[in-house]
């Protein structure tokens, strides 16, 4: 029998092309296109015609949010998606490129803790000394005598 296993980065990358593919008009969403490239996640929109002063791509915790917000004229256009970044993404590793009509963000993979080794301290740890005071001192006395 075959045991196919994923890849925890696959999962995320699914997770976040169901969000992207969210049933919407096809006339009014633009394409989005997601896919992996050298330990990163690519996200490609194509917006033809949009001023880039239009788009805008923000993060907020593990929340990435695309965003245009036209309006010239008689056309107003308006689209925005937003997309939780999974454990595997890292939100501090988010850059974005708009050129010839398609904006592309390129969202960095966590960084993987490395092997290290662990030094091991074989060194006694430092006595706690008690006080060996049986007697209550006058502080103390005197307040028990009070009550």
Known sequence: MLIRTRHPLDSAFDQ???SFFAPASPATTPVVDARWHDDSLELTVD???????AISVDVAGRELTIAVDQSSGDTQRSWRRTV???NAL???QVSARYLHGRL???V???ASAEARSIAIDTAPAPAIEASSSAEPTQDESATN???
């Open 104 to 106: 592309t963000v390129t």
């Open 84 to 86: 939780r970044l999974g």
């Open 145 to 147: 005598d009070s009550e």
């Open 47 to 53: 917006l033809p015609g949009t001023p880039d002063d």
């Open 90 to 92: 890292d939100p501090e």
């Open 108 to 110: 960095g993979a966590v």
């Open 16 to 18: 976040l092309t169901r």
